[in-house]
């Protein structure tokens, strides 16, 4: 049995991942915030930050100078060293914990194999310039995951070895690549409809540039395509898009449930699970009963009540893709893949077929 974690080597590693997700989001040379108010932003004590410092240190993450203060650093390439790109933002509590997971598995996996998976935040960086510096540096292998832009695929591409992409938000196909499942929504709406469901609404991502989210789009135009050959009414109050920084959510929510008809049942990506769950609170709305819940991807973490999800597993995502990569390495690729979905039942999505006349 694996022996229980103490709370000190617990805190470490809080304050460790903090300073990792904060890491990845900065430039090489870029100076963190001191220990001080790595303490108060993590809400613990100056010992448990300087062991967390002494590990990103001694993995040569950081370098410490008294009285300068703390820098990361890039990290020196090996022969085995695999960079992985992210635009993904992990440092916000409860947001991206699908990608957290994802990629603990990753190194996990290559750890056991004797290889270093390296992380860099390039949100900010232009793809030419990114790959130029990777290829000076000695990197020949690289995952780029969830790119908005087939650009940097494109750059990279012509200069590693190996370049595969890891769930990519465009819709360009340059490499190969592990994409997300495109029919995840025409699944929920069959599994809704089976249920005796009629008045569906739609919440999902779109942003100020819908461009960005081809996967998204693709879904929304199942939702409205399924929901015509049924011939069931869509209320234009019934579909929502989320903005980029989540700021609107709570108007989406209550545009739909405040909707004259109302719908039966809500389909909604699963990081805004809580914040319906509060607002639901607040009005006297039972979820499960006055109103159905279908979420998208994993709920990571206890919810009451159970919820009913269409999910595809990060770890499962993890394993696929990682022997996707040994294969590129090999000179035996093995193409591209979609993510495996399956429906995880909760108590959110009651079978309307068996309600009381």
């Known amino acids: 049995m694996k022996p229980k974690e103490g709370i000190r080597s ?5 304050v460790t991942e903090y300073l990792k ?19 108060k932003r993590t809400g613990t004590g100056r010992i448990i930050v300087c062991h967390a410092l002494r590990k990103l240190q001694a993995d040569g993450l950081i370098r410490i100078e008294p009285c300068r203060g703390i820098f990361r650093i890039e990290p020196e390439s090996d022969h085995d060293e695999i960079r992985l790109l992210n635009w993904q933002n992990l440092d916000s509590e409860g947001k991206n914990l699908f990608f957290r997971h994802l990629y603990d598995r990753l190194f996990e996996l290559a750890r056991a194999a004797g290889r270093k998976i390296t992380m860099e935040n390039v949100a900010d ?3 030419e310039e990114l ?29 590693m070895k190996v370049c595969l992409e890891l769930l990519p938000q465009h819709a360009g196909r340059i490499t190969a690549e592990l994409r997300d499942s495109p029919d995840m929504t025409a699944r929920q709406l069959d599994y809704l409809f089976k249920l005796g469901y009629r008045r569906i609404a739609y919440m999902h991502f779109g942003g100020k540039d819908m461009s960005r989210y081809p996967v998204h789009i693709l879904r929304l135009l199942d939702y409205y395509r399924m929901m015509a050959e049924k011939g069931f ?29 109302g719908p039966e049942a809500l389909i909604v990506p699963s990081e805004i699970f809580s914040q319906l769950h509060s607002y639901c609170r607040k009005h006297k709305i039972r979820i499960g009963k006055d109103i159905a819940v279908f979420a998208c991807e994993d709920v990571l973490g206890q919810q009451f009540p159970d ?17 996707m990569f040994l294969a590129e390495e090999r000179g035996e690729g093995m ?12 108590q ?7 309600a009381p006349g």
């Open 233 to 261: 009414q869509v209320n234009t109050d019934w579909v929502f898009s989320i903005d980029d920084d989540f700021g609107n959510i709570e108007e989406g929510i209550g545009r739909i449930l405040n909707s004259n008809p």
């Open 307 to 323: 919820v009913t999800v269409i999910t595809n597993n990060p770890e499962e995502i993890a394993d696929t893709f990682w022997k």
């Open 21 to 39: 997700n904060l890491l990845y989001r900065q430039p090489y040379g870029a100076r963190l915030p001191g220990i001080r108010p790595i303490m």
């Open 348 to 354: 959110t999505v009651p079978d309307r077929n068996l």
């Open 125 to 127: 960086q232009q793809p």
């Open 131 to 159: 790959a130029a510096r990777l290829s000076a540096s000695g990197i020949t292998r690289c995952i780029v995951s969830s790119a908005f832009s087939p650009d940097f695929a494109v750059c990279l591409k012509k200069r």
């Open 10 to 14: 617990r805190n470490v590693r809080k």
């Open 335 to 346: 193409g591209s893949h979609s993510t495996e979905l399956l429906i995880r039942t909760g």
